[in-house]
């Protein structure tokens, strides 16, 4: 049976795992290593051993309907997109407001995790932890690992052919914080995702110029989408989901590559992605497009070496005086204190996790990853479902199949994501899809037929609108009373922050009159032709 609960990691995972476990009943102990919750939204103007880090700029890519946690929305007079002070507070508010605190021990490092003797029996783990120079070891019925993927840089200098002979200076973008030291000079962005595009912008405002590498290009979304609306309001719904499942996939491909496409020709800016379908995360970025139109930055291909002063790249042109290289090639996941990693990376090295969370290998369901995945959803959501999933299966209301469903499950994933995302291995996967098979297995998902003939109005608006977080609290475990009338109220919340001026309405471009008189007019062609 399980009760003692161990937490890696108090950011937004972390604290959602130990709501979730109070929420059942069960004792939670959360480990923390520095004096802060919040994780990879606590800014601190150095880098920290073990710790996510941001730049002092860092705006959320997820509005705030669609990326709070599902029983405590955001205050309706926060914006839309927050920087990450803001978002900082709310998670400190949300630890406050359900009362978290008290079960997080800061300071407090984990070093090994490791299975106890009689784990086939038990499914106990071993729980290793250091805290002012002194070890501790403590017996936990069950583990959840909430410690990120955004810790370990990717730099991966061997794929850069010279890099030992540039003089200039190179980093990973987890160190960069803020651009004044990078004022007047030649800087070489390689990576064409969020945090190259955003360092790239935000030093193009000092340096003497930008140059932004990418090896296969991508899509580039603002943040604000049709009519002004949040992207993500109006891109992630029930019904867009629904319409890519019953499509054929060409048309699925054709559709997109258009919407993606249509404000903007990617292939002005040299931004085309090589896989134009794959549905690979695109760039969310307000300002690049400027930019690049202003040419401060400029949009190069894949490196091919680096010189003593210069840059050569793919297509033969070379770049001479670059001074600073930054490299925006992300992170790789591991977990140092697992004493048998193989346990999460069990099959090539590569992370084999059924729903992205549990080691499908383990006698005993008694370990999770929380937080290993990406997709258009936010991750604050996802995190939540994960953890109620994660706990109905710790207390075996939740059935697992055998090992070998489980592993073609995983393989069936692997092969999905091939398909739409270009890659196996990649952590991406489609929102809706995911967080409706979790919700499913618990009972959380909303049954909008259901709701049709009991509540036609939060129907509507479960199924067209936008696919906000509330939705996986309307029923099952973890209920909250609360969550329709969120859902009801979403767009006024959305408007709120914005809508801060009284202003007349717009004139209509298409006015009733005109609608009715292009509706009937063949009608009264047809009776003038009568008359005469």
Same mark, same amino acid.
């Given at each position: ?23 059942? %009943? *069960? ?25 996510? /880090? ?8 997820? $509005? ?18 927050? =920087? ?38 038990? %499914? ?22 909430? /410690? ?6 990717? *730099?991966? *200098?061997? =794929? ?43 030093? /193009? ?13 991508? @899509?580039?979304?603002?943040?604000? $989408? ?39 020709? =990617? ?21 690049? &497009? ?39 090639? %992300? ?57 109620? @999933? ?9 059935? &697992? ?20 995302? %270009? ?27 259901? &709701? ?28 909250? /009373? ?42 009264? &062609? ?7």
């Amino acid at each position: 049976m399980v009760r003692r609960v161990a937490v890696v990691g108090a950011g937004i995972s972390g604290l959602a795992a130990t709501k979730c476990c109070l929420e059942e %009943g *069960l004792e939670p102990t959360c480990f923390e290593r520095s004096e802060d919750i919040g994780g990879l939204w606590r800014y601190t103007e150095h880098v920290e051993e073990g710790r996510a /880090s941001i730049y002092r700029t860092v705006f959320t890519n997820s $509005c705030k309907e669609m990326m709070c946690y599902p029983d405590f929305p955001f205050p309706e007079d926060h914006p839309n997109y927050m =920087h990450n002070a803001r978002l900082q507070q709310y998670i400190r508010d949300y630890a406050k407001h359900f009362d978290l605190l008290r079960h997080i021990r800061f300071k407090t490092v984990v070093t090994n995790i490791r299975k106890r003797p009689d784990f086939c029996a038990t %499914g106990q783990w071993e729980v290793v932890t250091q805290r002012d120079g002194k070890e501790e070891t403590a017996v936990f019925d069950a583990v959840m690992i909430c /410690s990120g993927h955004h810790i370990y840089p990717n *730099l991966p *200098l061997d =794929h850069f052919p010279g890099i030992e002979k540039f003089k200039g200076c190179y980093l990973h973008s987890r160190e960069y914080k803020e651009p004044e030291k990078f004022r007047g000079k030649k800087v070489l962005v390689v990576g064409l995702g969020n945090s190259g595009c955003d360092i790239a912008v935000e030093l /193009s405002t000092v340096a003497s110029q930008v140059y932004l590498s990418s090896r296969s290009g991508s @899509w580039v979304l603002g943040r604000i $989408c049709d009519h002004g609306y949040p992207w993500d309001m109006v891109i992630i719904t029930r019904f867009r989901t629904w319409l890519d499942s019953i499509l054929p996939k060409s048309v699925n491909d054709w559709l997109y590559v258009r919407g993606m496409n249509q404000l903007v020709k =990617h292939e002005n800016f040299g931004l085309m992605p090589v896989n134009r379908t794959s549905r690979k995360e695109p760039v969310l970025n307000d300002d690049l &497009l400027s930019r690049i139109t202003c040419g401060v930055v400029l949009i190069k291909p894949d490196v091919k070496e680096f010189r003593e002063t210069s840059v050569v790249f793919q297509d033969g042109t070379v770049q001479d005086d670059v001074d600073v290289v930054v490299f925006a090639t %992300g992170y790789t996941y591991t977990h140092p204190f697992m004493e048998d990693e193989s346990i999460i990376k069990s099959r090539n090295n590569e992370v084999t996790l059924y729903k992205s969370i549990l080691p499908p290998h383990l006698e005993k369901p008694t370990m999770a990853v929380i937080g290993l995945v990406q997709s258009y959803g936010s991750a604050i959501p996802t995190a939540d479902l994960q953890c109620r @999933w994660t706990i109905k299966v710790f207390q075996g209301q939740c059935t &697992l199949p055998p090992v070998s469903k489980m592993m073609d499950d995983i393989d069936e994933k692997m092969r999905m994501k091939l398909q739409w995302y %270009g890659s196996s291995t990649t952590l991406q996967t489609d929102y809706i899809t995911y967080m409706d098979e979790l919700a499913s297995a618990i009972g959380a998902k909303p049954n909008v037929l259901k &709701l049709l003939v009991t509540d036609p109005r939060l129907a509507l608006e479960v199924f067209f609108g936008p696919c906000t977080p509330y939705q996986f609290r309307l029923t099952g475990p973890g209920r909250w /009373s609360g969550a329709r009338r969120a859902i009801l109220t979403q767009w006024d919340r959305m408007l709120r922050p914005t809508r801060t001026r009284i202003a007349p309405d717009a004139p209509s471009l298409f006015p009733i009159s005109a609608m009715l008189g292009v509706l009937f007019l063949p009608l009264l &062609l047809l009776l003038a032709l009568l008359y005469w």
